[in-house]
């Protein structure tokens, strides 16, 4: 069975800084996909950001990248130059190959402060 | 290209009706996945449907039911409502050919009174 944990339940931080989200998972595949969403207010999820397990590469988007350590089973967000639009929930997902099930973790809430 | 369309977006129902929500994906997209958010448990995978086969099944009980018609449109029913059935119901779709990305609608608010 898969697992995602996030351990931080809010973060905080000044608008133009950067932060990190921490997230582990645990997994018996040995292939599998990873991914950051977000749900602002609104409560529409929106994918962040995606990483192949398969992919030694850590992914990025813009101003949000990942650094993926699949011996540690982490897979932490980091956003650059933080806006107060990043405000949000962010949740850490995982996925299994050839399905779209999603186990997520608990979620961490961001508060961007100007 | 329209987005993940769900309907109704708030429904308040009284414990033991049942209730039935529906789902239309983006044009083209072939699998849809529904999924319950609450605060206490967080988002809880509840099915996903690909060409209309329930592909994969999360650990609710038999009172929450979906299907999947030919046009890829959704359905999820929950029957004999309980007061922990309250929460906001999501529903994804994608291609369906490995995962690529799964866009979500803006969900359904369940009240259960």
């Known amino acids: 069975a898969q697992t995602v944990t996030q351990s931080q339940p809010e973060m905080s931080v000044q608008e133009a800084e950067t932060v990190t989200l921490s997230c582990t998972y645990d997994t018996s595949e040995s292939d599998y996909y990873l991914f950051w969403y977000k749900q602002p207010p609104s409560r529409q999820m929106i994918l962040v950001i995606r990483q192949e397990a398969y992919k030694q590469q850590n992914a990025t988007e813009n101003r949000f990248s990942v650094n993926f350590q699949k011996a540690a089973k982490s897979f932490s967000l980091k956003i650059s130059d933080s806006q107060l639009g990043d405000a949000a929930m962010y949740f850490c997902?995982?996925?299994?190959?050839?399905?779209?099930?999603?186990?997520f973790g608990t979620g961490t809430r961001l508060q961007v402060f100007p | 290209k329209a987005g993940v369309t769900q309907t109704p977006r708030y429904l308040i129902k009284t414990r033991g009706q049942q209730v039935t929500l529906s789902c239309s994906p983006i044009?083209?997209?072939?699998?849809v996945s529904w999924y319950q958010q609450t605060p206490g448990q967080g988002l809880q995978f509840l099915f996903e449907y690909f060409s209309e086969t329930q592909r994969n099944k999360g650990n609710f009980p038999g009172r929450f039911s979906g299907r999947q018609f030919s046009n890829s449109r959704s359905e999820m029913n929950v029957s004999t409502l309980e007061l922990g059935d309250s929460a906001l119901y999501l529903c994804a779709s994608s291609w369906g050919q490995g995962l690529t990305e799964a866009f979500f609608g803006q969900g359904t608010r369940l009240t259960v009174v």
């Open positions: 044009s083209g997209h072939r699998s």
């Open positions: 997902a995982s996925s299994r190959v050839n399905t779209d099930k999603l186990i």
